[in-house]
């Protein structure tokens, strides 16, 4: 058990719609990683937060946005949902901004 | 195209073999290299890390050989398990370091045979 807890696990919705996926960090740790993985793309960073701020961005789309709240909990919404956005998506988090990063167990979204 | 990459998409062992899962990188000037292990549906996980003033580092049953000469990296896991069946990702830290200059390859499915 890595301390990252993700909600939810499983996700099917239509095209057009919007989720929200929810991330708790590992007690203490302020840097909270969203990540996309799909078959045929890998693991790909898509953001990051440190302590509430946005810190770097990768490869999110702009239908894709995120935020860190003040207790640390991060939130990864993602809207006009088109079948390329089903995959998995992992929050990680980290103490330091080093690579070991604490990965959740994910959410698959699935896109119909 | 992707700095990191991995010469094998699956690599399949016997039990108690030593495994080999090999990786190429592109960029030079990365800082350091770290491989995760991804058990079906979970998480990557952290395995070992390896600066790029290192050539060798060794864990628990592992062992991780840095070539900066021919830019590749390799993990070699000692007397394979089933536990150790997973994909096996490296990954690339470069832009000062931190978690964003993060690059994970495409992964390399370990199959352990009985």
């Known amino acids: 058990d890595s301390g990252v807890t993700q909600t939810p696990k499983h996700l099917i919705t239509a095209t057009g719609q919007r989720v929200t996926l929810r991330c708790s960090p590992r007690?203490?740790?302020?840097?909270v990683y969203w990540y996309q993985q799909s078959l045929d793309q890998g693991l790909q960073f898509l953001i990051q937060?440190?302590?509430?701020?946005?810190?770097a961005k990768g490869n999110i789309l702009e239908r894709f946005s995120a935020q860190q709240f003040p207790d640390l909990h991060s939130e990864l919404n993602l809207s006009s949902l088109e079948l390329g956005d089903s995959a998995l998506y992992f929050c990680?988090?980290?103490?330091?901004?080093?690579?070991?990063?604490?990965f959740g167990e994910g959410s698959r979204l699935t896109v119909l | 195209g992707e700095s990191v990459g991995l010469h094998l998409p699956t690599l399949s062992v016997q039990e108690g073999d030593n495994s080999i899962i090999n990786c190429a990188y592109s960029?030079?000037?990365?800082?350091?290299f770290i491989w995760y292990k991804q058990e079906s549906g979970k998480g990557p996980q952290f395995i070992i890390d390896?600066?790029?003033?290192?050539d060798k580092r060794q864990g628990q049953r592992v062992t991780v050989l840095l070539n900066k000469t021919v830019k590749h990296l390799s993990l070699q896991i000692a007397a394979t398990q089933p536990g150790d069946s997973a994909v096996y990702f490296c990954?690339?830290?470069?832009?000062?370091?931190?978690?964003?200059?993060?690059?994970f390859g495409k992964g390399t499915h370990l199959i352990i045979q009985p």
């Open positions: 990680a988090s980290s103490t330091y901004n080093t690579g070991e990063l604490f």
């Open positions: 990954a690339e830290v470069n832009s000062g370091g931190g978690a964003d200059g993060l690059t």
């Open positions: 937060y440190y302590n509430g701020e946005e810190r």
């Open positions: 960029n030079s000037a990365s800082d350091y």
């Open positions: 390896i600066r790029s003033n290192m």
């Open positions: 007690s203490g740790d302020l840097s």
